[in-house]
C-alpha cells in the first residue's frame, strides 16, 4: 500500500491555491525547483499528472481536482491531530473579519476547531459586509480578512475558493404566486443583494425589496415566514431553508470568489499564518 508524504501533499495544496510554484515555495520556505521536484514525486507516486499549463495559468488537470479534496482532509486532520496531541506553544490575539453572510453557518465550526487545536490564541472575530472589511479602516483594524469577491478571477493569489450564488427561501412556506419577485436582503453595498438585482434586471425579472435586514440571522427569519427570498453562497445556506433550481424567474446567478487578506505587517505572525492555513484547508 503506498502512502501520500504529508509534505508533498501540502506543496501540492499550496501551489493548487497560489497557481504558481514559486508563491507556493515562498510560503513554505522552499525554493522553486525543490517545489517542483515535490510535484514530480508526487506525480510518479500517484501515476497521474496533476497540474498543467493553460497559457500563462497553472491548472489541475481531472486527477488533479480529486487529489485536492483528499489532500485538504488529510491536511486538515494532520493538523489538527498534531496541535492537540502537542501542547502548541504559539499564542497571540488575531483580529479576524469576515463576512456578515458567514457569521451563523459557516465560520462558528471553523473557528471553534481552531480555537481548540491553538488555545492560546486568541480570536477576535468581527462581522461586517466585506465592503466595509476591505475599507482602508477594515483593513487597518484587521490582522485578516475574510472577504467576498464578485468578479473573482483564478489569478488572484488571495484567491481561496469559488462558490455557487443560489435563491434560498422557506422549507415549509411556499413563495406568493405574483409576478414580482419579493426580496429579502442585506444593506446597499452587499454582494449578494447586488448580484440578486443585477441578475432579475438582465432577466426582465420585475422584483421588489420587502425587506432589508443587515445580519443572516434576521434574513433567515424572515424567509422561514415565507415572506420573499434571498441570495447565499450555497456552502452557507441553512439546513431549514431550501435552495430553489434556476428557472426563468429565478435565473442562474454565477458565483462568487471568497478571498484571504492579510497585512503585510503580519506576514512574519506565527500565529496568522496558522490561521490562514486552517482557514484555507476548512473552506477549500
Request: charged share 20%; with cysteine.
Amino acid at each position: 500500500m503506498k502512502n501520500l508524504p504529508m509534505d508533498l501533499l501540502r506543496a501540492f495544496v499550496s501551489v493548487a491555491q497560489l497557481s504558481s510554484f514559486t508563491k507556493a515555495g515562498e510560503l513554505l520556505g522552499r525554493s522553486q525547483p525543490a517545489i517542483s521536484l515535490q510535484m514530480q514525486r508526487l506525480e510518479e507516486l500517484v501515476d497521474e499528472q496533476l497540474l498543467q499549463r493553460n497559457g500563462r495559468n497553472l491548472e489541475l488537470t481531472e486527477a488533479g481536482e480529486n487529489l485536492y479534496g483528499y489532500a485538504n482532509q488529510i491536511l486538515s486532520l494532520n493538523d489538527l491531530a498534531i496541535s492537540q496531541l502537542s501542547k502548541s506553544t504559539v499564542e497571540g490575539k488575531i483580529r479576524l473579519g469576515i463576512p456578515s453572510e458567514f457569521a451563523t453557518v459557516l465560520m462558528p465550526r471553523i473557528v471553534s476547531r481552531f480555537a481548540k487545536a491553538y488555545p492560546n490564541v486568541t480570536l477576535e472575530v468581527n462581522c461586517e459586509l466585506s465592503k466595509s472589511l476591505l475599507s482602508k479602516s477594515g483593513k487597518a483594524s484587521h490582522d485578516l480578512i475574510l472577504a467576498l469577491e464578485d468578479n473573482p478571477s483564478s489569478t488572484n493569489s488571495n484567491l481561496v475558493k469559488t462558490d455557487e450564488l443560489v435563491w434560498v427561501s422557506s422549507a415549509d412556506k411556499p413563495l406568493l404566486k405574483t409576478d414580482v419577485v419579493p426580496l429579502i436582503v442585506a444593506a446597499q453595498g452587499c454582494i449578494y443583494r447586488n448580484r440578486a438585482i443585477r441578475t432579475l434586471d438582465q432577466a426582465n425579472q420585475s422584483w421588489q425589496v420587502v425587506y432589508t435586514i443587515p445580519d443572516l440571522t434576521g434574513i433567515q427569519y424572515a424567509i422561514q415566514e415565507g415572506l420573499g427570498v434571498t441570495v447565499l453562497a450555497k456552502s452557507t445556506v441553512p439546513e431549514n431553508l431550501k435552495i430553489l433550481p434556476p428557472s426563468a424567474r429565478f435565473p442562474a446567478l454565477g458565483e462568487v470568489g471568497i478571498s484571504l487578506i492579510s497585512s503585510a505587517r503580519n506576514r512574519k505572525n506565527q500565529a496568522v499564518h496558522l490561521l490562514i492555513e486552517f482557514l484555507q484547508t476548512s473552506l477549500a
